[in-house]
């Protein structure tokens, strides 16, 4: 498969839009079906029936969101088992997200959507999230693993997360939350739509909003640490007796007052929550736009088409500290890196202090540099998918085919500024123009088809799918600010790849069942990398049972073994770049990445008569992995065969209760994850590289004072534990402290 088939492929696509039934009614039809973005997206996405998945998957729904109200997607996946999260900034403003091992640096092995569309600011050519959408405003959220990961692509190693917006209601509503913390916080989320017939059809809208505001939990007694997010969403539809179209705008502005800067282990334990003067003037600033256009026909006899256009737009500038320069100190050579500094102070002293930039003190010019990461990006393209069900001789066949042919680009024109600490006061002292730090253009061309056929015979049902990604992508680097002229390196990589699947499940008894598969793990290789590197590539097993009892008892227990013939690692700012170019990706080769996830639920009044609920859950994860040989690079660092794999705890564990009445409500998740290491290595951690162990307890509770009307509660890390959430990119970060929301919550 070729691109030279994709213009005929689209007008296919297209001819299908035009070629379908009439929005019209006529008169002997039946009323029209009450759509939202869930049903819109069932096609491509499982939510409306896990347990028939055969394979792992999470789904976490409205009620479940709303009884925590998170508004922190790394909070929320806490119930779903094999996730590996690495926190950075304690408010979920860019996680970093991993599943089963795969390396949670800014999600980018994990494919990310909204309704259906690729989120990730450039997918394929630029994978890394620095935009991700904002969970409070979310209906469900679905994390898949295992072979159903194929359906969705481009990367198929981790796991693919599904994001749910607000759906158009089917009759007026209106809803509207707000929530006030002690440390300064605010949030407000509000939405009003309706469904009303409009002659021969049915309209409908909505309008959201929401609103976060934090001071920030860090001191920094010469700027600001917390930030503000505004986002927007604007839908419309038009329903018919056999097919709908929806049209979703959506608008996010963020300025964020966030550094890469952490501390010294001995500043942490002094104060963890402080941050050095030089990291004054750090500060985020970007916005975010989706145009999306779902159309849905109801083809009879179970059949069913959906086609998504759509285009993402994402500008972003962080203005930060990048780079140390000691040139003209008389400190230690050694100590040229912000990471050396921070885990060396005292053998760096000149340059510490030159971070530290205490009252008084004066540097040389140019000793910190500063970088303005501006990039914008923009991801477009249409996407259909066609399902339906088969039956012949007692066999049933759900068949799904879909096709996407996706565009994005990434367009770098940076400056990097010197900058001296003048009185705890950063000073410009060489203002450089903008282009002269990284002026470059990366984009990416891609045709992706995917088929599937679930086949029910009986007990048994097998699941076979296969994806293929035919991917264009290519960069051009500058060398000076000037685009007119020929560009000063050119790099292109146009590959195919067939990524196939099979899994099954069969149901011993009705409330037994055992299931098991295989599939591809794909990963590209960044289009920036000037290394000689493969496309990560492995073989995913998965196995194991699920239990549905007739009390309601559910529990599922899966083993994985991920046989990666080549992990990538990827030099980024937010992993700690020094010693390496930001953008080369870097093999680590084979790898064995295997574990347990285990998840249980009941409701414990469905055995005892109270008159009340009490939800219980379980999610555990055990998790090891195994680098298989012995390597030296710029960004593993010196492995030795045998070494466990960075930010993969071994246990993770979440339990989460609650006690509910026709008024009111009380719930807790306990949060605990075992020590990670910071480096990849073996045996015991060194306490320089140690990070965790942690427990984090959450709670909340409600009390309706009438229909409509509900007092909310909520404490987050109720215990006030203090933990290190990670050691990278530069020094030692905090988790957030407690922090105690009171709010309202009303709807009409």
Known sequence: MTFKTSASLLALTTACLIATPSFAQDSDATAPRALNAIDTITVIGTVNSVDDVTGSITFIGPEELALQSYSDINRV????????????????????????????????????????????PAPYSAPAAYYFPVTGRMSAVELTKGPATIKYGPNTTAGALQLFSTPIPTEAKAHADIM?????????????????????????????????????????DTGDTGFDVEDYVLKGGIYGANQSLELKFQYKDEVSDETYLGLTQADFDTNPYQRYNASQLDQMTNDHKTYQLTHNIDLGDSWNLTTIAYRAEFARNWFKLDRFDNSQLSGSGDCNALDEILRAPVLCSAEFEVLQGAAGYVSPDDVLQLRANNRTYYAQGIQSAVAGEIDAGGITHNLTASIRYHEDEVDRFQEQDGYRIDNSRLVLTTDNAPGTQANRLSDAKALSAYVEDRIVINDMTVTAGLRVEDVSTSQRRWNTPDRALAPDSARDNDYTKWLPALSAKYDITDQVSILGGVHKGFSAAPVSSRQSTDSESSTVFEGGMRYRGDSGFKLDAIGFFNDYSNLLGECMNSSGGNECDIGDAFNAGEVDVYGLELTASHDLADSVETGLSIPVSLAYSFTESEIKTSFSDSFWGDVVAGDALPYVPRHQLTVSAGVHGDRFGIDAVVNTVSTARNVAGQGDIPASEKVGPRTVVDAAAYYDLKDGVRLKLKVENLLDDTYVAARRPYGLRPGKPREVFAGLALDF
Not at 94 to 102: A, E, K, L, M, V
Not at 185 to 213: M, S, W
């Open 77 to 120: 996946l806490r119930a779903a088992p094999g996730v590996n999260i690495q926190e950075e900034d304690g408010y979920g403003l860019r996680p970093n997200i991993g599943i089963r091992g795969s390396g949670a640096d800014r999600s980018s092995k994990v494919v990310i959507m909204e309704d259906g569309v690729l989120m990730a």
């Open 180 to 220: 006030v913390s002690d440390l300064g916080r605010v949030k407000a989320h509000a939405y009003a739509g309706n469904r009303f017939e409009a002659g021969d059809v049915d309209l409908g809208f909505l309008i959201e909003t929401y609103q976060d505001h934090a001071d920030g939990f860090k001191d920094l």
